[in-house]
């Protein structure tokens, strides 16, 4: 007896399958990203992370080959997600204040991710092999920071000079902010949401035109 088909010629278990293997997947990374964040990257290997998500590794290595692999697709699709929010922000309401909160408030909404990301240490492991952030998709869409800076510049609120480097010390700051809030939560840094908000105020007054 031949098998049911769709209207397509795919058989109807084709997009369970998909949809089954995609969960996988999703179970993997997640599994992989909480040992990046409590074992470090040295402390994980393809075998713990087969422990955690409850399947074979050779379940693991049908989607990866290996645990660096394993670190630049979480790597990938987090600032996927960061991107965005980023632009979808920008395009409701063009305002560079805002931005920066967007951007320091989505690492203190996962803050696990922030630590897997960051507090992860990007080694390439081969002479052929590049930095995560050199082959990166997603990471070109923080441009969004350099298009606010341009646009500020053109209206004359934003004082002249390279959109690159002012998005550095932007970055920098924010990511100061959050270091602090997500790693050290026990020192008394006041109200968080005035310490976003003074912190970015300050960063922007300061690259604000003043004549």
């Known amino acids: 007896m031949t098998r049911a088909k769709d209207v397509d010629g795919v058989s109807p278990k084709g997009p369970r399958r998909r949809r089954k293997a995609e969960e996988s997947r999703e179970v993997i990374l ?22 955690r998500a409850g399947c074979a590794p050779a379940t693991i290595y049908s989607f990866f080959p290996g645990k660096r692999r394993l670190l630049h697709q979480i790597w990938e699709g987090v600032f996927e997600d960061l991107v965005n929010e980023l632009n979808s922000s920008y395009a409701e309401a063009p305002d560079l204040e805002k931005l920066c909160l967007v951007y320091i408030d989505f690492w203190l909404d996962r803050p696990d991710d922030y630590r ?20 990166s998709q997603a990471l070109p869409g923080l441009d969004v920071f350099c298009t606010a800076l341009t646009e500020g510049q053109d209206r004359g609120d934003i ?53």
């Open 30 to 51: 997640r599994a992989a990203r909480d040992l990046f964040v409590s074992e470090g990257y040295e402390g994980v290997s393809m075998r713990k992370v087969a422990e």
């Open 116 to 135: 897997a990301i960051f507090l992860t240490q990007d080694r390439p492991q081969a002479s052929d092999e590049g930095y995560f952030v050199d082959n």
């Open 159 to 211: 004082e002249p000079g390279d959109p690159v480097e002012m998005r550095s010390v932007l970055l920098c700051a924010m990511h100061g902010v959050a270091l602090g809030l997500i790693t050290v939560p026990e020192y008394a840094w006041g109200d968080s949401a005035r310490l976003k908000a003074n912190t970015v105020r300050a960063l922007v007054r300061g690259m604000r035109r003043t004549d």
